[in-house]
């Protein structure tokens, strides 16, 4: 490593030259938005072309722009600013001055949105990121005699999900995030050995997400037993901490400079193609060694945790408390205790001695301390990303930027009213604590108290209680659409090393660092709020959230429309979702099903192919006569649908096999119409347009009643295909004085025109997406419906 760094550094400073150069220069070409350079339909030469604002990388989403814009030349004129008086100008001595992943930093936080010479579809970081790595092999061949040819090293972690929701009690909050940042850092942590044992540097990884990552290396000749030994240590401590849940595969595939220097897509599907042969022989290599036991040392434990279902031997003085009903295993206990300081973490420390910390987590031989202070005397291993002026100034020799940032709700952000309650249930602690002589129980009630604090993740009960009109719990699964087929076909032109570790580290931006940034006011309602959403998981292109159920129903048909304008409006690059609602005291790990099971039915939500290619035999969403994109959203999923869908499917497809069901349980964002050749948005059409009349501020509330018995009556007509419009009818007329009355502002229709239009006046296929807006409306009625909006911000 230290033969690597001189070298880097001086790569590093050159593509930081180049980045000033371009922002001194008066006449410059911007940067080609990557996900305008992917795509599967036939590209149009006139169509306008999206370029990358230059801004500096922060929490803040960037959305590319259209040619011509004037935004391109004022977000120039202010981040070359921000050069100037926070980073000299990056002047070559303050260059010189600088670490090695200090410059890593500021080469992707200035240079990932500012082009290379010559090439606009290429970004100055991405370029000299690349070159760095491949710098890097070609000195291990000339210093460590390394074997002519590269790696492409694929590390993947299988059974992150199974880890993550295996939780089946109360109270487990704060051990679901802790879960998803204990992925991180052993995704992390795998990263390291590699490079450790290769003689590597970060800027060999060429992609990071979702528990997969893509490393490009030397060959040394012993490279099958360093992997074969980073494999066999890994997965027999995986193994052994977690009874076979988690495990790591770990593959490679030689390849030529010439290959790397050309179109990488074959590689990928290679990779790909080797890693789901060895993902389906678990453990194998460990059998092979003899190594796995199938009979555990020791006889089961007689206890059962409280969390994760594991059977495990209480430790010497572990005794239940008169308020628990059972006890967690050490590894869940660390991980509960380690949800309280994850959100203000800022620095993860490396050892291979135990610290005897409450904040450190073990894996295999190595210690990893979370804190928020700087501790001079140990090793850095990771900085997590934020955006605090002085931040790059913590990267160090050791340091690496992590991009972990945690979208949590904490306790002083809930409502006025939620938080009264929880102080005034503190202070009733407090007092029994007082009284109590117990040492367990008083252990037990400053544990609780410390869950009650401020700055604290808030539980899910007191989320239900943040929520308008119902209290409930939403349940939230996304997932980036037909990702693997842009990876591996989808690229205008080659994939090239640089564009598929671009393509890779944007798509992660969104997931992992712009997210938070979606959760501001909403279009919907117009409330002036951040939206009490916990982000579980975020990853690659997966998301899991729980929250308040209004937040999360928002935030699932509302942040397709985002994640378009950040790739484009690119037709082939879409987000399917899914999102269920539970009383706070379901389990966490139920909600994780259902919400998945949501998800699935937007992944299954096809059409037939919108031949909108001249080749589209030869297209890789065709399949079957289908288009494979998807775009789609599954609101308000319940298993009583889901049955009652394939029944009537099944019934109607026999009949009409060319018309849609009774029951529209999916909505696309992107829907072909080919008698009118026009693509239209079924979620803004059948769900945000009569939910945005069904509760309009200056319609009275008794119309409560009024929409439950036009839900029963769709209840019917789904079932049975009978609906009795001239009920309909007389519902409306007893309110046609007081609703004709009432004009909507956008159209300056009366209500009773846009009610009677819903519901009177619609066709089968608005009535079979009427249960939405309508059970939507209704759960915001229910128990006082809207709620004050006052937070506890200042406090």
């Known amino acids: 490593m230290n033969r690597i760094e001189p070298v880097l550094k001086a790569i590093l400073i050159e593509g930081l030259q180049k980045v000033r150069e371009w922002f001194l220069r008066k006449n410059v070409s911007y940067l080609r938005s990557i996900f305008d350079q992917v795509g599967f339909i036939d590209t149009?030469?006139?169509?306008?072309?999206?370029?990358?604002?230059?801004?500096?990388?922060?929490?803040?989403?960037?959305?590319?722009?259209?040619?011509?814009?004037?935004?391109?030349?004022?977000?120039?004129?202010?981040?070359?600013?921000?050069?100037?008086?926070?980073?000299?100008?990056?002047?070559?001595?303050?260059?010189?001055?600088?670490?090695?992943?200090?410059?890593?930093?500021?080469?992707?936080?200035?240079?990932?949105?500012?082009?290379?010479?010559?090439?606009?579809?290429?970004?100055?970081?991405?370029?000299?990121?690349?070159?760095?790595?491949?710098?890097?092999v070609r000195l291990n061949r000339e210093t460590l005699k390394h074997e002519q040819g590269n790696l492409i090293i694929n590390i993947d972690l299988s059974g992150i999900q199974r880890f993550i929701y295996n939780i089946v009690s109360r109270g487990a909050l704060k051990n679901l995030r802790s879960r998803s940042f204990f992925i991180e850092l052993l995704c992390g942590h795998a990263v390291n050995r590699v490079i450790n044992s290769f003689n590597l540097h970060q800027v060999n990884v060429l992609m990071n997400g979702g528990g997969n990552v893509k490393i490009l290396s030397s060959k040394p000749s012993n490279h099958k037993e360093l992997l074969d030994n980073i494999d066999c240590d890994m997965n027999l401590w995986l193994s052994e901490e977690f009874n076979g849940r988690l495990n790591l595969v770990l593959t490679s595939v030689e390849t030529s400079d010439r290959d790397m220097n050309g179109d990488i897509s074959k590689l990928l599907n290679k990779i790909s193609a080797k890693s789901f042969i060895k993902k389906n022989r678990k453990f194998d290599l460990l059998i092979q060694r003899d190594e796995l036991s199938f009979v555990d040392?020791?006889?089961?434990?007689?206890?059962?945790?409280?969390?994760?279902?594991?059977?495990?031997?209480?430790?010497?003085?572990?005794?239940?408390?008169?308020?628990?009903?059972?006890?967690?295993?050490?590894?869940?206990?660390?991980?509960?205790?380690?949800?309280?300081?994850?959100?203000?973490?800022?620095?993860?420390?490396?050892?291979?001695?135990?610290?005897?910390?409450?904040?450190?987590?073990?894996?295999?031989?190595?210690?990893?301390?979370?804190?928020?202070?700087?501790?001079?005397?140990?090793?850095?291993?990771?900085?997590?990303?934020?955006?605090?002026?002085?931040?790059?100034?913590?990267?160090?020799?050791?340091?690496?930027?992590?991009?972990?940032?945690?979208?949590?709700?904490?306790?002083?952000?809930?409502?006025?009213?939620?938080?009264?309650?929880?102080?005034?249930?503190?202070?009733?602690?407090?007092?029994?604590?007082?009284?109590?002589?117990?040492?367990?129980?008083?252990?037990?009630?400053?544990?609780?108290?410390?869950?009650?604090?401020?700055?604290?993740?808030?539980?899910?009960?007191?989320?239900?209680?943040?929520?308008?009109?119902?209290?409930?719990?939403?349940?939230?699964?996304?997932?980036?659409?037909?990702?693997?087929?842009?990876?591996?076909?989808?690229f205008y032109g080659n994939a090239t090393l640089e564009k598929v570790s671009s393509f890779s580290r944007n798509l992660n931006y969104f997931f992992k660092l712009y997210l938070e940034s979606t959760f501001k006011p909403n279009r919907i309602q117009q409330r002036e709020k951040r939206r009490l959403i916990h982000v579980i998981y975020a990853g690659g292109d997966d998301l899991f959230a729980l929250g308040t159920w209004n937040d999360i129903a928002e935030l699932s048909l509302c942040i397709n429309k985002t994640f378009g304008k950040y790739t484009c409006q690119n037709i082939d690059l879409g987000l399917s979702a899914g999102f269920t609602i539970h009383k706070p005291k379901f389990p966490v790990s139920k909600m994780?099903?259902?919400?998945?099971?949501?998800?699935?039915?937007?992944?299954?939500?096809?059409?037939?192919?919108?031949?909108?290619?001249?080749?589209?035999?030869?297209?890789?969403?065709?399949?079957?006569?289908?288009?494979?994109?998807?775009?789609?959203?599954?609101?308000?999923?319940?298993?009583?649908?889901?049955?009652?869908?394939y029944r009537l499917d099944k019934e109607f497809i026999l009949k009409y096999s060319s018309e849609p069901s009774r029951l529209k349980l999916s909505f696309r964002r992107k829907r072909f119409i080919k008698e009118l050749q026009r693509v239209e948005d079924e979620v803004e059409k059948f769900v945000f347009k009569p939910f945005k009349v069904f509760t309009a501020d200056n319609v009275p509330q008794r119309r409560s009643g009024f929409m439950h018995n036009v839900l029963n009556m769709l209840e019917v007509w789904y079932s049975d295909g009978l609906i009795y419009l001239p009920k309909i009818a007389w519902l409306l007329q007893k309110?046609?004085?007081?609703?004709?009355?009432?004009?909507?502002?956008?159209?300056?229709?009366?209500?009773?025109?846009?009610?009677?239009?819903?519901?009177?006046?619609?066709?089968?296929?608005?009535?079979?997406?009427?249960?939405?807006?309508?059970?939507?409306?209704?759960?915001?009625?229910?128990?006082?419906?809207?709620?004050?909006?006052?937070?506890?911000?200042?406090?």
């Not at 239900?464 to 989808?490: C, F, Q, T, V």
């Not at 259902?594 to 589209?616: G, H, I």
């Not at 009535?767 to 709620?787: D, F």
């Open 44 to 136: 149009n030469e006139m169509s306008d072309i999206y370029y990358v604002p230059p801004y500096s990388l922060t929490s803040e989403i960037i959305y590319p722009v259209k040619s011509k814009n004037p935004l391109l030349d004022e977000v120039r004129s202010k981040t070359y600013n921000e050069i100037f008086t926070q980073h000299h100008s990056f002047n070559d001595d303050y260059l010189a001055g600088l670490p090695v992943n200090r410059l890593l930093f500021l080469l992707e936080k200035f240079g990932g949105t500012v082009p290379v010479d010559g090439d606009s579809t290429i970004s100055i970081f991405d370029m000299y990121k690349i070159m760095g790595a491949k710098t890097i």
């Open 592 to 645: 994780a099903d259902l919400s998945l099971a949501a998800l699935n039915y937007s992944k299954d939500n096809l059409e037939p192919c919108w031949f909108c290619r001249k080749k589209w035999l030869e297209c890789p969403l065709f399949r079957n006569g289908n288009c494979l994109r998807k775009d789609s959203v599954t609101p308000f999923f319940t298993e009583y649908k889901a049955a009652l869908k």
């Open 297 to 490: 040392k020791e006889d089961p434990g007689y206890q059962r945790c409280e969390i994760c279902g594991k059977d495990f031997t209480p430790q010497t003085g572990q005794k239940k408390a008169e308020h628990e009903e059972s006890l967690r295993c050490a590894f869940c206990e660390k991980l509960v205790r380690l949800g309280n300081i994850i959100p203000e973490a800022k620095y993860i420390y490396l050892s291979k001695k135990d610290m005897h910390c409450s904040f450190q987590i073990q894996i295999e031989d190595y210690f990893y301390l979370l804190s928020k202070e700087k501790e001079r005397e140990l090793k850095c291993a990771w900085v997590i990303f934020d955006n605090r002026k002085g931040f790059h100034d913590d990267l160090t020799a050791s340091e690496v930027t992590l991009f972990a940032r945690t979208c949590i709700v904490k306790t002083e952000m809930l409502p006025k009213d939620v938080y009264e309650q929880i102080d005034k249930k503190k202070k009733e602690l407090k007092v029994v604590l007082k009284k109590s002589e117990d040492s367990q129980e008083k252990q037990w009630l400053r544990d609780e108290i410390d869950s009650l604090s401020d700055e604290h993740p808030a539980m899910l009960e007191h989320l239900a209680n943040s929520s308008e009109g119902a209290k409930l719990i939403g349940a939230l699964r996304m997932d980036a659409d037909n990702i693997g087929k842009i990876l591996y076909k989808g």
């Open 735 to 795: 309110q046609r004085e007081e609703l004709q009355r009432i004009i909507e502002e956008d159209t300056r229709e009366s209500m009773y025109d846009l009610y009677d239009q819903h519901l009177h006046l619609a066709t089968p296929r608005m009535l079979s997406a009427l249960h939405i807006p309508l059970s939507w409306a209704i759960l915001l009625m229910k128990e006082g419906g809207k709620r004050d909006e006052s937070r506890t911000n200042g406090r």
